[in-house]
């Protein structure tokens, strides 16, 4: 008889719908992972043997995740994730350079908050959770040396209208570089065409499959002669990121990007039918449901709605009671009091941004896992507007 391989993957009760704070690994990137968490442990700067067979390693993984996000190899530096490369981007370049840094008020803290410590000019948003073009042709001058937009919004899931930013950048400020956050976009966006007058993107391999812990920060052209490292070590990763690179954590990111974007195009359209349909059963059976922003602006994979008169930290207990993993926005800020940033950017007041709630899904999630969150999702809202009710 066959050995069965056990799955790697978490196995969860209920419904796990929050893909966008995290994915579970991949086999692929499971597999290629193992290999360099036991035997081949050497380090890649070592001479010997086992550190040029971990350099080979980190090289190849250099060329996958080159290829998947349209730049050469050696425009790759590995950090530990999103938030070490978007700190990058953004401080490496005021360090470097100096002028003025121009965000938006909705990009994720990993950009928010190194660009307020420097003083940015922030741009708002739109009701749709778009940046304002207008706010930030406005915000441009000959004093701006980085813009730095995301791809897709980590809350309501909304893409980005890059190529317009970048146009508006060339045309007002021709001397700032772009930085894009691109943590949300990997699973859904072709990244390599979508991004590609971006002079800077940053990824994380933990938000398509691969590990935590392990990320990169592309840097194109003329970006390396404008960013120093916000680090001090050695001189890894082209003299931009100090330190031991993550050899296990680096190849599992290149397999898991690689069975991603093979993925990618028939997963994204079986995610969205997925999500169209939780959205329109909870639409028919809880009518006072709003969905945040329209569903054409969005990846496949968000679902962010409110419904009025429910606080989303109640309705979540009562979803993780019944094994459905959801959240009420940024991962990187659930524990917050404050209500969303992202939701008051795009004008929303306090007590509609505490009745958000952030339905994620990935190429895993089933019609199954649908439909029985929709049943929680239903059964909770109702129980907890029965009890409001009692209580007035």
Same mark, same amino acid.
């Given at each position: 008889?066959?050995?069965?391989?056990?799955?790697?993957?978490?196995?969860?009760?209920?419904?796990?719908?929050? *893909?966008?704070?995290?994915?579970?690994?991949?086999?692929?990137?499971?597999?290629?992972?193992?290999?360099?968490?036991?035997?081949?442990?050497?380090?890649?700067?070592?001479?010997?043997?086992?550190?040029?067979?971990?350099?080979?390693?980190?090289?190849?993984?250099?060329?996958?995740?080159?290829? %998947?996000?349209?730049?050469?190899?050696?425009?790759?530096?590995?950090?530990?994730?999103?938030?070490?490369? +978007?700190?990058?981007?953004?401080?490496?370049?005021?360090?470097?350079?100096?002028?003025?840094?121009?965000?938006?008020?909705?990009?994720? *803290?990993?950009?928010?908050?190194?660009?307020?410590?420097?003083?940015?000019?922030?741009?708002?948003?739109?009701?749709?959770?778009?940046?304002?073009?207008?706010?930030?042709?406005?915000?441009?001058?000959?004093?701006?040396?980085?813009?730095?937009? %995301?791809?897709?919004?980590?809350?309501?899931?909304?893409?980005?209208?890059?190529?317009? @930013?970048?146009?508006?950048?060339?045309?007002?400020?021709?001397?700032?570089?772009? *930085?894009?956050?691109? @943590?949300?976009?990997?699973?859904?966006?072709?990244?390599?065409?979508?991004?590609?007058?971006?002079?800077?993107?940053?990824?994380?391999?933990?938000?398509?499959?691969?590990?935590?812990?392990?990320?990169?920060?592309?840097?194109?052209?003329?970006?390396?002669?404008?960013?120093?490292?916000?680090?001090?070590?050695?001189?890894?990763?082209?003299?931009?990121?100090?330190?031991?690179?993550?050899?296990?954590?680096?190849?599992?990111?290149?397999?898991?990007?690689?069975?991603?974007?093979?993925?990618?195009?028939?997963?994204?359209?079986?995610?969205?039918?997925?999500?169209?349909?939780?959205? +329109?059963?909870?639409?028919?059976?809880?009518?006072?449901?709003?969905?945040?922003?329209?569903?054409?602006?969005?990846?496949?994979?968000?679902?962010? @709605?409110?419904? &009025?008169?429910?606080?989303?930290?109640?309705?979540?207990?009562?979803?993780?009671?019944?094994?459905?993993?959801?959240?009420?926005?940024?991962?990187?800020?659930?524990?917050?009091?404050? &209500?969303?940033?992202?939701?008051?950017? %795009?004008?929303?007041?306090?007590?509609?941004?505490?009745?958000?709630?952030?339905?994620?899904?990935? &190429?895993?999630?089933?019609?199954?896992?649908?439909?029985?969150?929709?049943?929680?999702?239903?059964?909770?809202?109702?129980?907890?507007?029965?009890?409001?009710? %009692?209580?007035?």
């Amino acid at each position: 008889m066959d050995d069965v391989q056990p799955d790697p993957r978490p196995q969860f009760r209920g419904a796990y719908l929050d *893909h966008a704070a995290t994915t579970p690994m991949r086999p692929e990137a499971v597999a290629a992972m193992l290999p360099y968490c036991t035997a081949e442990f050497g380090n890649p700067s070592g001479a010997y043997a086992a550190g040029r067979r971990a350099r080979r390693a980190l090289d190849d993984a250099r060329d996958e995740m080159a290829a %998947m996000l349209g730049c050469a190899p050696g425009e790759i530096v590995f950090t530990s994730g999103g938030t070490e490369a +978007d700190n990058l981007a953004v401080l490496g370049v005021h360090a470097r350079i100096g002028g003025t840094v121009v965000t938006t008020a909705i990009e994720h *803290h990993a950009v928010l908050n190194p660009a307020r410590r420097i003083g940015a000019r922030l741009v708002g948003a739109t009701a749709e959770g778009l940046v304002d073009l207008d706010a930030l042709a406005l915000a441009l001058d000959e004093t701006v040396t980085l813009v730095s937009v %995301m791809a897709v919004n980590n809350e309501v899931g909304t893409v980005q209208p890059l190529g317009d @930013v970048v146009a508006a950048v060339r045309r007002a400020a021709p001397r700032a570089l772009v *930085h894009s956050d691109a @943590v949300q976009a990997f699973s859904w966006c072709p990244v390599d065409s979508a991004l590609a007058g971006c002079d800077l993107v940053s990824v994380s391999a933990h938000k398509f499959g691969g590990p935590k812990g392990a990320g990169a920060l592309v840097v194109r052209g003329r970006a390396a002669l404008a960013l120093t490292p916000v680090l001090a070590g050695g001189g890894q990763e082209r003299n931009l990121r100090p330190g031991t690179e993550n050899v296990a954590g680096i190849v599992a990111m290149a397999a898991a990007a690689r069975a991603t974007a093979e993925e990618r195009a028939a997963a994204g359209a079986a995610t969205g039918v997925l999500r169209d349909r939780f959205l +329109d059963r909870l639409a028919r059976e809880v009518p006072a449901m709003v969905e945040s922003v329209p569903r054409s602006l969005t990846v496949p994979g968000h679902a962010h @709605v409110r419904f &009025p008169g429910v606080l989303a930290e109640e309705l979540l207990f009562l979803l993780d009671e019944g094994g459905i993993a959801a959240s009420a926005g940024s991962a990187c800020s659930s524990g917050a009091i404050e &209500p969303s940033h992202v939701l008051r950017a %795009m004008g929303w007041n306090r007590p509609a941004a505490r009745e958000a709630v952030r339905f994620t899904l990935g &190429p895993e999630t089933t019609a199954d896992d649908i439909d029985g969150a929709a049943d929680a999702v239903v059964a909770a809202v109702g129980s907890l507007t029965r009890l409001s009710a %009692m209580g007035d």
